[in-house]
């Protein structure tokens, strides 16, 4: 009596161990992690006298996941970094002006294009990503 006890109870554990669903993994941490950016900046007519300034930067950065559960954020320069979301596709949206765009390529290349200003001026970052720790 006592060893089908023991065995009832064992085969409970087991079963309720084994049933419990897991948490589905966060589809983010694809996405996360260091990546290396190469940046083109581009700046028109910013200080009012009609210049044009092109800088290129190689930068070692990071994507993390944002406070939502639905946004990454890129720091993709020391000073520079944006959060978006995120969908399970990769798709991008959340950008801060109507001329910005964006895509995962696939799980470990992206392409940003960043671009603020007004009355005449403006400046843009074109952003091209490669994950470092596949």
């Known amino acids: 009596m006592k060893t089908k ?3 009832l109870l064992i ?3 087991l079963t309720i161990a084994f049933s419990c669903s ?3 993994d966060d589809y983010r941490e694809d996405y996360t992690g260091s990546w290396s950016f190469n940046i083109l900046t581009t ?3 910013i200080d009012s006298i009609g210049q044009m300034e092109f800088d290129t930067l190689k930068y070692e950065g990071k994507i993390t996941k944002g406070n939502a559960d639905n946004e990454i954020t890129i720091q ?3 000073n520079h970094k944006i959060t978006l979301i995120i969908d399970e596709s990769g ?6 002006t109507q001329y910005c765009n964006g895509a995962f390529e696939s799980k470990d290349k992206m392409h940003l294009y960043l671009r603020w200003g007004g ?4 400046e843009a970052h074109e952003i091209e990503g490669i ?3 596949l």
Not at 119 to 122: E, I, K, V
């Open 5 to 7: 006890l023991t065995s």
């Open 11 to 13: 085969f409970l554990a």
């Open 22 to 24: 897991k948490d589905s």
């Open 43 to 45: 700046k028109v007519n």
């Open 76 to 78: 993709y320069t020391g």
């Open 91 to 96: 798709s991008l949206s959340g950008f801060p």
């Open 119 to 122: 009355l005449g001026g403006f």
């Open 131 to 133: 994950k470092i720790n």
